[in-house]
């Protein structure tokens, strides 16, 4: 196996300790870390220096939050070298009232938690590496929960402006397949990013204002669903393969429950038009009581 090309983008320096853990379970295979931050915090960079591990650091403006630092390292290297991209970044905990990310509940740490689920734990990273190595369709690996389609993408705004994006400038998609990551944390084949990193390479990407304002529409969150899209346009699969059956069952279920619950008024009329169907064995049976 080619080494594991790892980037991390360091916003909020306070958080460094839980991408960490996650990097100690990285270096137990080959790989190049390269780790952006954008502000100067003494602790945080004396922390990275004294990992080891020949890190690269490297002092990025505060443009296009975590997407934009990535191309950046892209730019600086050649995907033929590594086997595999691993994307982490911080990520504060998110408020009560944007909570609901499609049928899950992803407050406070929770959306943060499961992003970097596929790190977290040596097991959850040795499942996704060997998974990868053996299912040759399997491009992209994150927490079941934050695989998004293009249907119950939130922001259909942002999915206009990407679609607009790759016919603009010809990048494929897979129509009825377009899956994302919401929040850009994954673990991935190198080869499957080399479309969009040729794009990236022929075109000047321009993420705009420095941040903190947030805009859905941007730049950052249209290439945040090509990442996925184009994935799937050569026909690798996104998929969770390190957490428990029953956990990946229950969430099938929870799903169900959710539309059973918000289709109430429907409910009626699906199970009475489902008796009214007429039964192949129907006629039959009048037969032969009428016999």
């Known amino acids: 196996m080619k080494p594991i090309l790892v980037h991390i983008h360091v916003y909020y320096?306070?958080?460094w300790a839980e991408l960490e853990r996650c990097l100690r379970n990285l270096v137990a295979y080959p790989c190049e870390i390269y780790v952006t931050y954008v502000n100067e915090d003494g602790d945080f960079l004396s922390r990275a220096r004294a990992f080891g591990h020949d890190m690269q650091l490297i002092k990025v403006e505060n443009y296009g939050f975590d997407v934009a630092p990535f191309f950046e390292v892209l730019s600086r290297v050649s995907l033929e070298n590594y086997s595999y991209v691993a994307k982490l970044h911080t990520k504060r905990d998110v408020p009560v009232e944007h909570g609901n990310l499609g049928f899950y509940d992803v407050r406070g740490s929770k959306w943060r938690e499961y992003l970097l689920a596929p790190f977290a734990t040596a097991y959850a990273l040795k499942h996704s590496i060997r998974s990868l190595e053996k299912e040759p369709h399997l491009g992209m690996v994150a927490h079941h929960r934050l695989i998004l389609s293009e249907r119950h993408d939130p922001h259909k705004s942002a999915v206009q402006e990407a679609l607009n994006l790759c016919a603009r400038y010809n990048i494929p998609t897979n129509r009825g397949k377009r899956f994302f990551i919401a929040g850009t944390m994954f673990l991935c084949r190198?080869?499957?990013?080399?479309?969009?990193?040729?794009?990236?390479?022929?075109?000047?990407?321009?993420?705009?204002e420095p941040f903190p304002q947030h805009d859905a529409a941007d730049l950052a969150h249209q290439l945040e669903r090509i990442l996925g899209w184009i994935m799937t346009s050569q026909g690798y699969e996104i998929s969770d393969v390190f957490s428990p059956w029953h956990v990946r069952a229950c969430s099938v279920l929870r799903m169900v429950r959710y539309w059973w619950f918000h289709l109430r008024g429907c409910r009626r009329l699906i199970l009475f038009g489902f008796i009214s169907l007429p039964l192949p064995w129907a006629g039959k049976i009048r037969e032969v009581s009428n016999e």
């Open 13 to 15: 320096s306070d958080m």
């Open 190 to 208: 190198a080869k499957a990013l080399q479309p969009i990193v040729d794009f990236a390479r022929q075109h000047e990407l321009s993420f705009g």
